[in-house]
């Protein structure tokens, strides 16, 4: 196994004072930097500080002329100058933002102008510390010590702590560590501890929260969330500071544009057919609006307009109460600090992720009937060869395809829970139901267009593993009962993230537990008879998978809780792969770990507090970093890090602040066109979109992350 830490390619951990001692580069106020060029749609300047030109500074370009709010952000070069790209038609309010800075005045401007523009530094380490990413307040929680852990304390492990306060519990739905987060509304009073109690109480989702850090971890947290909060009040700043952007993030452009509404949370986004990301090519980007509304936005971008499409639900008893597998409750748990009793979420669709064919066609995971009123071909007795093997009786969200061109939704009724979903090379729809119920499901799409059948068209198996070592599944013993030599071995959990290997067929996903691990399944000649699994469990120092995805090469790609990107290749283990010895630690030297940037928890070793979402591979090169690019989402860092020849590249959203997405995808819209024809695309807007930068009124983005050749390039 291998260990990379400390790639703080784009942060490292600076002290206080070097912000204000000259730290960033910059020309000396006699050298005068080169002059850019610009076309008619650009906007081009020089930002000057006091001792010269700045580099490594964002410039904003704003504009509400647009029917949806637009800007876009670049980064100065090492002689301070920028260019802006690519403009529609608008009045823009133009400013500077950077590490060591504070918010320069915005100056007014049309498309096409060179505009200077003056930076204005931070008169103390306070005023500088409100424009650093939510990662470097956040670490400044403090973690139990070990100690405290066990049958008289907190009832679980130190990492599955760690991993409850950063991916799979508080993080996994919010960003921490920002403004709205590290104070405590006036709503919730001034103690602290209680406020805290009240605050994780708020709204619909309270109950969620309630159970994790009341429940599960017996409300330890809440005095060291309170401590937090109490000591950012009196003062107490960040103990790290953030490095300007430098090499390649540098190249950086980042667009957003507003959709969907300011009570409304989007889970992800989907612009195109990951296997062909010329698919839709300059067309609309369709969100998914995962618990919130029944509606999902569509952003044409060729007029940058934003519209809701009316989501369908089949069953009519689906109005008289929220989806199933609902993350809220009807009522609120406890008022908000900001809609008070409000009942804003009202989702009956459910829409978790979404992938598009190569037709177009969006498939979205989403509900549409009651949970329990599966079809009798699901159940035991039926004779679906899926269901004589692992019957279920219920499932919480199952399949809706929309056709953009027709505007016609289609049902295929599932009867296993779908999730996250990707296609393999044959048109096969492989679905994740999110961790639980007992398999993972597929839909040949080719024969459901021929069919419209739900039965024929779909599958379903359970994780079985090869412990027998006889090479195929048999006899299996059920994930409570004792190992058997002879028997294969059922594994108790399925997956969170799947992924499909193109090259061999072979099917990967997550298992969320800690440390956690990774299953390939081999679904053979016929599944789910053939199907076949091989388990890899996380070896420290990593824990805690969540997304994942492959590479072309069989190489698999996570985030962990732990603060890594981990990578698995299997064509390195040197053991068995199946057999007895097969428990899942048969492979320690496949595992790769690679710290993920940014400050860390003090008092528990070297570690990042990133808590990255998703990851995602860029196998098709569409940001131009290069074929089978790891990306992953930095839920705490305000963008997205890309692992570019072993180091991080952070590609950072700087305005407004706050910035969370939950997937990533990567569409080619103009493979003749350079960098202007390709680029990321993000939806942004945790669970509480209000609590980002600027406050209640704010609504959840569509963000598009691409690199240039060179911070002029346009």
Same mark, same amino acid.
């Given at each position: 196994?291998?260990?990379?830490?400390?790639?703080?390619?784009?942060?490292?951990?600076?002290?206080?004072?070097?912000?204000?001692?000259?730290?960033?580069?910059?020309?000396?106020?006699?050298?005068?930097?080169?002059?850019?060029?610009?076309?008619?749609?650009?906007?081009?300047?020089?930002?000057?500080?006091?001792?010269?030109?700045?580099?490594?500074?964002?410039?904003?370009?704003?504009?509400?002329?647009?029917?949806?709010?637009?800007?876009?952000?670049?980064?100065?070069?090492?002689?301070?100058?920028?260019?802006?790209?690519?403009?529609?038609?608008?009045?823009?309010?133009?400013?500077?933002?950077?590490?060591?800075?504070?918010?320069?005045?915005?100056v007014k401007s049309d498309p096409g102008k060179i505009v200077n523009l003056t930076a204005v530094k931070?008169?103390?380490?306070?005023?500088?510390?409100?424009?650093?990413?939510?990662?470097?307040?956040?670490?400044?929680?403090?973690?139990?010590?070990?100690?405290?852990?066990?049958?008289?304390?907190?009832?679980?492990?130190?990492?599955?702590?760690?991993?409850?306060?950063?991916?799979?519990?508080?993080?996994?739905?919010?960003?921490?560590?920002?403004?709205?987060?590290?104070?405590?509304?006036?709503?919730?009073?001034?103690?602290?501890?209680?406020?805290?109690?009240?605050?994780?109480?708020?709204?619909?989702?309270?109950?969620?929260?309630?159970?994790?850090?009341?429940?599960?971890?017996?409300?330890?947290?809440?005095?060291?969330?309170?401590?937090?909060?109490?000591?950012?009040?009196?003062?107490?700043?960040?103990?790290?500071?953030?490095?300007?952007?430098?090499?390649?993030?540098?190249?950086?452009?980042?667009?957003?544009?507003?959709?969907?509404?300011?009570?409304?949370?989007?889970?992800?986004?989907?612009?195109?057919?990951?296997?062909?990301?010329?698919?839709?090519?300059?067309?609309?980007?369709?969100?998914?609006?995962?618990?919130?509304?029944?509606?999902?936005?569509?952003?044409?971008?060729?007029?940058?307009?934003?519209?809701?499409?009316?989501?369908?639900?089949?069953?009519?008893?689906?109005?008289?109460?929220?989806?199933?597998?609902?993350?809220?409750?009807?009522?609120?748990?406890?008022?908000?600090?900001?809609?008070?009793?409000?009942?804003?979420?009202?989702?009956?669709?459910?829409?978790?992720?979404?992938?598009?064919?190569?037709?177009?066609?969006?498939?979205?995971?989403?509900?549409?009937?009651?949970?329990?009123?599966?079809?009798?071909?699901?159940?035991?007795?039926?004779?679906?060869?899926?269901?004589?093997?692992?019957?279920?009786?219920?499932?919480?969200?199952?399949?809706?395809?929309?056709?953009?061109?027709?505007?016609?939704?289609?049902?295929?009724?599932?009867?296993?829970?779908?999730?996250?979903?990707?296609? %393999?090379?044959?048109?096969?729809?492989?679905?994740? &139901?999110?961790? @639980?119920? $007992?398999?993972?499901?597929?839909? *040949?799409?080719? #024969?459901?267009?021929?069919?419209?059948?739900?039965?024929?068209?779909?599958?379903?198996?359970?994780?079985?593993?090869?412990?027998?070592?006889?090479?195929?599944?048999?006899?299996?013993?059920?994930?409570?009962?004792?190992?058997?030599?002879?028997?294969?071995?059922?594994?108790?959990?399925?997956?969170?993230?799947?992924?499909?290997?193109?090259?061999?067929?072979?099917?990967?996903?997550?298992?969320?537990?800690?440390?956690?691990?990774?299953?390939?399944?081999?679904?053979?000649?016929?599944?789910?008879e053939t199907a076949v699994s091989e388990v890899y469990n996380v070896p420290m120092p990593g824990y805690?998978?969540?997304?994942? %995805?492959?590479?072309?090469?069989?190489?698999?790609? &996570?985030?962990? @809780?732990? $603060?890594?990107?981990?990578?698995? *290749?299997?064509? #390195?283990?040197?053991?068995?792969?199946?057999?007895?010895?097969?428990?899942?630690?048969?492979?320690?030297?496949?595992?790769?770990?690679?710290?993920?940037?940014?400050?860390?928890?003090?008092?528990?070793?070297?570690?990042?507090?990133?808590?990255?979402?998703?990851?995602?591979?860029?196998?098709?090169?569409?940001?131009?970093?290069?074929?089978?690019?790891?990306?992953?989402?930095?839920?705490?860092?305000?963008?997205?890090?890309?692992?570019?020849?072993?180091?991080?590249?952070?590609?950072?959203?700087?305005?407004?602040?706050?910035?969370?997405?939950?997937?990533?995808?990567?569409?080619?819209?103009?493979?003749?066109?350079?960098?202007?024809?390709?680029?990321?695309?993000? &939806?942004?807007?945790?669970?509480?979109?209000?609590?980002?930068?600027?406050?209640?009124?704010?609504?959840?983005?569509?963000?598009?992350?691409?690199?240039?050749?060179?911070?002029?390039?346009?």
């Amino acid at each position: 196994m291998r260990i990379k830490n400390k790639l703080y390619f784009g942060v490292a951990p600076l002290a206080l004072a070097s912000v204000f001692a000259g730290a960033p580069a910059q020309l000396s106020a006699q050298q005068a930097a080169p002059a850019v060029n610009i076309g008619a749609t650009d906007l081009g300047g020089v930002v000057t500080g006091p001792n010269g030109p700045e580099a490594g500074v964002w410039v904003i370009a704003e504009t509400k002329d647009t029917p949806t709010r637009y800007a876009k952000m670049v980064v100065t070069d090492d002689q301070g100058r920028y260019v802006v790209p690519d403009l529609p038609k608008g009045n823009y309010s133009i400013w500077v933002r950077g590490y060591g800075l504070v918010d320069s005045p915005k100056v007014k401007s049309d498309p096409g102008k060179i505009v200077n523009l003056t930076a204005v530094k931070a008169p103390d380490a306070k005023a500088a510390a409100q424009y650093y990413p939510a990662i470097y307040w956040y670490s400044m929680l403090k973690m139990p010590e070990a100690s405290q852990f066990g049958p008289k304390g907190i009832p679980v492990k130190q990492a599955e702590y760690i991993n409850l306060m950063k991916n799979n519990g508080c993080v996994g739905c919010h960003q921490l560590g920002t403004l709205a987060t590290r104070t405590i509304p006036a709503a919730f009073g001034t103690s602290s501890k209680d406020a805290w109690m009240q605050r994780i109480q708020a709204g619909q989702a309270g109950e969620l929260m309630v159970n994790i850090i009341a429940g599960q971890l017996q409300a330890a947290p809440l005095g060291y969330l309170a401590d937090w909060t109490d000591r950012i009040a009196k003062g107490e700043l960040p103990h790290a500071t953030p490095k300007r952007p430098e090499g390649l993030e540098r190249n950086v452009v980042v667009t957003t544009l507003d959709w969907s509404d300011e009570k409304h949370y989007l889970h992800d986004l989907i612009s195109t057919d990951k296997r062909n990301p010329t698919v839709n090519g300059g067309g609309p980007l369709y969100g998914q609006p995962e618990y919130s509304m029944d509606y999902f936005p569509v952003l044409d971008l060729k007029t940058n307009t934003a519209t809701l499409e009316k989501a369908p639900v089949r069953d009519a008893d689906m109005h008289e109460m929220l989806g199933p597998g609902h993350a809220a409750m009807e009522k609120p748990l406890g008022p908000s600090a900001y809609w008070g009793e409000e009942k804003i979420w009202t989702a009956h669709f459910n829409n978790h992720n979404a992938a598009m064919d190569d037709k177009g066609r969006i498939w979205m995971t989403a509900a549409f009937r009651d949970q329990k009123n599966e079809p009798e071909f699901c159940k035991k007795g039926s004779d679906h060869p899926s269901a004589k093997l692992f019957p279920l009786d219920q499932s919480q969200r199952m399949l809706i395809v929309y056709d953009p061109k027709t505007k016609k939704f289609e049902f295929v009724d599932t009867c296993f829970t779908t999730h996250h979903l990707n296609f %393999d090379s044959k048109g096969v729809l492989w679905t994740s &139901s999110g961790g @639980g119920g $007992g398999v993972v499901g597929w839909v *040949d799409t080719k #024969k459901w267009d021929e069919t419209h059948d739900a039965a024929k068209s779909q599958g379903w198996t359970a994780m079985v593993v090869d412990t027998s070592g006889d090479g195929k599944r048999g006899e299996y013993t059920e994930p409570n009962q004792p190992a058997d030599p002879n028997k294969d071995r059922r594994l108790g959990q399925v997956f969170y993230a799947v992924s499909v290997n193109q090259a061999d067929g072979a099917v990967w996903g997550t298992i969320r537990s800690n440390p956690g691990a990774i299953v390939r399944i081999v679904p053979g000649s016929n599944p789910p008879e053939t199907a076949v699994s091989e388990v890899y469990n996380v070896p420290m120092p990593g824990y805690g998978p969540r997304g994942g %995805d492959i590479d072309s090469k069989g190489v698999y790609w &996570s985030s962990l @809780g732990s $603060g890594h990107l981990a990578s698995f *290749d299997r064509s #390195k283990c040197k053991g068995p792969l199946n057999g007895p010895k097969a428990t899942g630690d048969q492979c320690p030297e496949g595992w790769s770990f690679y710290q993920y940037p940014g400050p860390g928890f003090e008092g528990i070793g070297e570690n990042s507090a990133e808590s990255s979402y998703y990851t995602w591979v860029d196998e098709k090169n569409t940001l131009g970093l290069g074929n089978d690019t790891p990306v992953s989402t930095a839920n705490l860092e305000d963008g997205v890090v890309a692992l570019k020849d072993g180091k991080m590249v952070l590609l950072r959203l700087p305005y407004p602040m706050g910035f969370f997405a939950k997937g990533i995808d990567g569409r080619i819209d103009d493979a003749n066109a350079g960098w202007k024809g390709r680029g990321l695309w993000v &939806s942004s807007g945790d669970r509480a979109p209000w609590q980002t930068e600027g406050g209640k009124g704010n609504k959840p983005m569509a963000v598009h992350f691409q690199v240039r050749p060179d911070p002029l390039a346009r």
